[in-house]
């Protein structure tokens, strides 16, 4: 039997749309042995030159102008004629030449973007008939996710359906299977021997990302959990930001046998395993990795945008909470010490609530829809 192919199409704009990809195409292959998939970051395999240019001149934005991303953010209605023509002849013009070469039986998108391509090659081309299925990584529906070529939405909760609903995409076209997350983070051995792995103890313990970029860099919140340092166990990730790992490695203030100092790591899910309390930037994917492991979370000054609207759902649904002062780090560490059984009890009961959002449902509707193509 021949394998049908998957492609899945995403973008290098944060590192949550290609964990999504990669999510996917490992449940994928999970769940069937005649699946194969491929995984594209779109802009980096066909211009590998420019596109590391391009997302770093957007890290910047995004880490200098805040605000202006959020005002984008807000007033992008949509892709306007121009701007899908730029991205289709700058950065895509040899999309339809890998699809010829690839024949997938499904497309998939994480990003935007790339949805947004295979869009327009589906609108000009009639021949083109690849099934196109888009996965919106945030709790947020903005306008450039919507696209008439799209076959299917795969979208995280009711409230993204609802808010893809309201902007007239037909219910057919929608499906809620929560967000795709590794398999990994599902899954819950034993703290031991994790402990062991990264040398840590057994003992209330928070954790603090930064995202894939390592953004978590407000000194003021650093060292205010630092404060905590001789009865909480805290272990810093800071991602790809070896700069704030150098600097953080050489103050006194970190250097303490109560916190660890992380830098890229392929282990999130084991570190999520042992801790108690996640410190985090909102991004879709990291929240979705939290919720997978029950783990209450702390919002870091969320970007105007995404971060802000996953922050809300988050918040809203009594999952997470933004520090809005210094008093909320306070709060959460004296629970840590003199309430850790309720919350440990109220982490069990949270796992068996989102336990209806399975691993691999993303997945298996996919494979579903692959079924029905054949």
């Not at 983070?185 to 313990?205: A, N, R, V």
């Not at 978590?216 to 700069?243: P, S």
């Not at 953080?248 to 790591?265: A, K």
């Not at 922050?311 to 840590?336: H, N, Q």
């Amino acid at each position: 039997m021949l394998k049908k192919r998957i492609l899945l199409l995403s973008e290098g704009f944060g590192a949550g749309h290609t964990q999504a990809a990669y999510a996917l195409s490992s449940s994928l292959r999970k769940l069937s042995p005649h699946i194969q998939t491929k995984v594209l970051e779109l802009g980096s395999f066909l211009n590998p030159k420019m596109a590391p240019l391009i997302v770093s001149a957007y890290r910047k934005t995004v880490t200098s102008q805040p605000r202006l991303m959020g005002y984008v953010y807000r007033h992008q209605k949509s892709f306007n004629r121009l701007t899908t023509l730029a991205l289709h002849r700058i950065f895509y013009t040899h999309t339809q030449n890998i699809v010829k070469q690839l024949k997938p039986d499904i497309i998939v998108c994480t990003h935007f973007i790339p949805s947004a391509v295979v869009s327009r090659l589906k609108r000009l081309d009639p021949a083109f008939k690849v099934p196109l299925i888009t996965v919106i990584t945030d709790y947020d529906a903005h306008a450039t996710w919507i696209s008439p070529e799209v076959d299917r939405y795969l979208v995280s909760a009711p409230e993204v359906k609802a808010k893809l609903r309201r902007r007239s995409v037909a219910a057919a076209r929608i499906q809620v299977t929560g967000m795709p997350v590794h398999p990994s983070f599902w899954e819950h051995p034993g703290k031991e021997g994790i402990l062991q792995h990264f040398s840590l103890q057994d003992m209330p313990t928070v954790m603090v990302m930064g995202g894939g970029w390592g953004m978590m860099n407000d000194e003021v919140v650093n060292e205010a959990l630092a404060g905590w340092r001789e009865k909480v166990q805290i272990v810093f990730c800071l991602g790809t930001n070896e700069k704030l790992l150098r600097q953080m490695q050489e103050d006194p203030r970190y250097s303490h046998p109560n916190i660890s100092l992380i830098g890229f790591t392929r282990e999130i899910d084991k570190l999520m395993e042992i801790s108690d309390l996640l410190v985090t930037k909102p991004g879709g994917m990291t929240c979705s990795e939290g919720l997978a492991k029950g783990i209450p979370m702390l919002f870091h000054h969320p970007l105007p945008g995404q971060e802000e609207e996953n922050c809300r759902y988050f918040t809203a649904a009594g999952l997470g909470e933004p520090i809005a002062s210094l008093d909320v780090i306070d709060k959460w560490m004296e629970r840590l010490l003199y309430s850790y059984d309720d919350v440990q009890a109220r982490r069990k009961s949270h796992l068996k609530e989102i336990a209806r959002f399975h691993p691999l449902q993303s997945a298996q509707s996919i494979i579903d829809m692959l079924e029905q193509s054949w």
